[in-house]
């Protein structure tokens, strides 16, 4: 599983839209690059107050993108709010080239199964595109080969999205996999932990 931090925006417009319902934007002690004592408190404040009150963190957004085993992305597709994902199309892209063991997650897995696999999937990549002069299917046969490996392709197969997400949705998935039995979990939570003003989504 592989995170790059695209982009985060939003900290400082965030800050001041929370002092809007009291008006009182004479209280901020943030400046540029810097959240000050005042704006970190009532910040944490508002989130220890419910998710009702901590409206300023869904303002705050992040760009990533995630490569992660298709395992992964069935619970991360549990994250609907505050959540976007564009994703590489095996659709689209599957067939476009030889899949190797980096496209796969593979750590728990025997190199001669997993080995086996690539093996019959190539095979069917090859045939798909023409690659055997005793092999020559018809545009019908094709759409059956394709949705034949669609069907094999294992859960350890490694797609990449990229993901929008808020500080508050990031706040709930920290806490919520906290401890969970995939490792890929405790990466998501390890890359958390590094993003700017990262206090306002771990405590």
Known sequence: MEIKTLEVAGIGSALFAMRNPMNSWAKSDTVVGKVGKADKELSKKLSDAGTEHCKHLRMIMVWANITAPFYWWKQADCYRIGVEKISCSTMHKLMSRPLTRDD????????????SIIEYMNE???AYNDKYDWCKLT????????????????????????????????????????????????LFRQWVEKLPEAWMIIE
């Open 139 to 186: 545009p019908e046969q094709k759409k059956e080969v394709w949705r034949g490996l669609i069907q094999s392709l294992p859960e350890s197969y490694l797609q990449t999205r990229t993901v929008m997400m808020s500080y508050a949705a990031l706040r709930g998935m920290y806490r919520q996999r906290k401890g969970h039995k995939l490792k890929e979990w405790e």
């Open 124 to 126: 069917t990549i090859n």
């Open 104 to 115: 796969f997650e593979h750590d728990a897995i025997q190199d001669e199964f997993l080995d």
